[in-house]
Nanobody, 123 residues
Framework: QVQLVESGGGLVQVGGSLRLSCAAS????????MGWFRQAPGAEREFVAA????????YYAESVKGRFTISRDNAKNTVYLQMSSLKPEDTAVYYC????????????????WGQGTQVTVSS
């Protein structure tokens, strides 16, 4: 079975940094584009970042561009989200997901999802 397991969430102060990790198993990791989404209380889940199979192209939501960096290590079957200059509005549950292709970076493109990890930015 496919499993995506996020880790690295926690409580951080405004302006701080966190690195999230997502370890994948049960799939050919290098055959999938990977993405991060987040969902704040009372809000819909939104796209944060995505990276293509080989890591040659990355995509970011405008709200995180310049602050977040997505990367992947195919040898470790792991995708990362490095977050810096964190703001209170970054507080959310962050989800890792896998997609066979990246066209619009919408939820429908992502077939597999992790359980999420909580990121809380204190104000």
């Amino acid at each position: 079975q496919v499993q995506l397991v996020e880790s690295g969430g926690g409580l951080v102060q405004v302006g701080g940094s966190l690195r999230l990790s997502c370890a994948a198993s049960g799939l050919a990791f290098s055959s999938y584009g990977m993405g991060w989404f987040r969902q704040a209380p009372g809000a819909e889940r939104e796209f944060v970042a995505a990276i293509t199979r080989d890591g040659d192209t990355t995509y970011y939501a405008e709200s995180v561009k310049g602050r977040f960096t997505i990367s992947r290590d195919n040898a470790k079957n792991t995708v990362y989200l490095q977050m810096s200059s964190l703001k209170p509005e970054d507080t959310a549950v962050y989800y890792c997901a896998a997609a066979a292709w990246l066209i619009f970076r919408t939820e429908r493109e992502f077939a597999f999802w992790g359980q999420g990890t909580q990121v809380t930015v204190s104000s």
